[in-house]
């Protein structure tokens, strides 16, 4: 059977894994994306992100020719909002049209990109079609929405199920066929591209509006003075028809804060307001500054003002174990404390490049209060050092041991407890 050649356009958290298991799979395959030094680095057989050898060859060539070389372009570019939280369709657009400039009779093209609903058919459908070429006639066209979990250990790009949608079922059963023959896990076809628009989308807000009802509550609980870690404990006790989502500083990522936004403009253009959606994203962007008041009023017990107070803010990356920083609620909190005039020391072991203290033992030593804003597991040391100067606790992530805090004489709060 001919080789398959595949172009991933995009090789960041969702195409490099992506690239490298259609590799493993047999594939030949082709990366293009806009930076230059990742192109570099993978040209040589290293991942950018991890800076290890890759074990797969993915070949760095020409944009035009990769993309004219393959017969499957897989589009795995971000899909970010602005700073208004509107959708900036650039990166997909761009790489829709370095397409068009290339496309042929019998090219399949997936976007796993995490869109809309109605993306594939009102955005790039008219941009792939700018070649001359006809969709769905000449060249096909299908949504497979990325379903990748930096840092998780369990799943991965080879063993998540997916779903896909075409813009016809010929290139559903075509993009079928191909995951088929490099996913380990089960394919579940839709009947249409918007449908598989709308599943990824349900599934990224159903986690912001459960992270944003545990979020509210914690802030009820915090006046009540109920533990919320421990009501989520209880409730999980019920065999069925309860998931734990678990209150935070806030919620960052690639996903999560941003995919939203994207359904609660294309609804608002037909003429549907989400105000349901709009109120999860107002309490989950609420968060970092709830979380600085709550250290606002440790600091009124002892009669200090946050400024000029030596603030330590343990994490920057939007959650432990990883390095990305996207959407961070860390750098929220941050920015918000330099605005108070706090002395603020930063320390993440996953991002030192913007750490301005070059480990947790300096931050002890030097800061008065802490925040612990990412949940990486280095800082559970936390629990089981002798700690001089530190006097608030403010735990973002509910992820130290309150007693063990508490034991020290060290004021703690969490987010609900
Ligand atoms: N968070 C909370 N409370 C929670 C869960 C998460 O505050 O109960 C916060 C995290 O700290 C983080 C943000 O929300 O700042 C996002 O966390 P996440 O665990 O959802 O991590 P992501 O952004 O990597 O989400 C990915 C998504 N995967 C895809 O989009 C394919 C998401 O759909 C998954 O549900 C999620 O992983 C997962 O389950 O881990």
Redesign the pocket.
Known sequence: MAIKKICIVGLGYVGLPLACLAARKGCEVYGIDSDKDKLEKIAKGINPMTKEPLKEKINITEQNKAVSMSNIIIVCVPTPVDKDHMPDFRPLTSAAETISKNLRKGHLIVIES?VNPGVCEEIVKPLLEKSGLKAEKDFYIVHCP?????G?EKWNVENIPRVIGGLSNEGTEKAFKFYSSIINAKITKMSSAKAAEAV?IM??TF?DV??AF?NELAKSFDNLGIDIIEVIKGASTKPFAFLP????C????????TDPYYLIEKAKSSGFDHKFLKLAREINNSMPDYTIELLKKELEKIHKNIKNVRVGVLGIA??GNIADIRE??ALKIVNQLKNLKADVSVYDPYVLEKSNAKSLHEILEKCDCLILATNHPEFKEIEDINIKNIKIIIDG?NFLNKEKIVSKGIAYRGIGR
Not at 146 to 150: A, D, M
Not at 245 to 248: A, D, K, W
């Open positions: 995490t990325e379903r990748i979990n930096p998780d990824k599934e990224n986690r459960n992270i545990v989502h678990y209150p935070g806030g919620v960052g990522g690639h996903c999560i804060p939007y959650k961070s609620p992530r």
